[in-house]
């Protein structure tokens, strides 16, 4: 069973720079993929970017140029920069192995002045 812990989210003004960080534990190997989503208040959760063993990443067009999915073994960060307040959300780390998908427990970001 993979087990997913999130930390990093915060407060940040608008333009401001946050980094997110997942450690997943209980997989003695690579995981195939990780991945952030996203979900904020009264909207669909929403996949922001993942990145895959082979070192692939996806990025959503609304984060491009801005945020940059990075992995270490089965650790995976989310740098977050020029932050606007439509980033706001809770940010879920998300993996996929073994045909099984977990999710952590969400981390909060709020881009406010």
């Known amino acids: 069973q993979v087990r997913l812990v999130e930390s990093g989210g915060g407060l940040v003004q608008p333009g401001g720079s946050l980094r997110v960080s997942c450690a997943a534990s209980?997989?003695?190997?690579?995981?195939?993929?990780m991945a952030w989503y996203r979900q904020a208040p009264g909207k669909q959760r929403e996949l922001v970017a993942s990145?895959?063993?082979?070192?692939y990443r996806y990025y959503a067009d609304v984060v491009k140029g801005r945020f940059t999915i990075s992995r270490a073994e089965n650790t995976v960060y989310l740098q977050m920069n020029s932050l606007k307040p439509e980033d706001t959300a809770v940010y879920y780390c998300?993996?996929?192995?073994?045909?099984?998908?977990?999710w952590g427990q969400g981390t909060q970001v709020t881009v406010s002045s």
């Open positions: 998300y993996a996929n192995a073994d045909a099984q998908t977990f």
């Open positions: 209980g997989s003695s190997f690579s995981i195939p993929v």
């Open positions: 990145h895959n063993s082979a070192g």
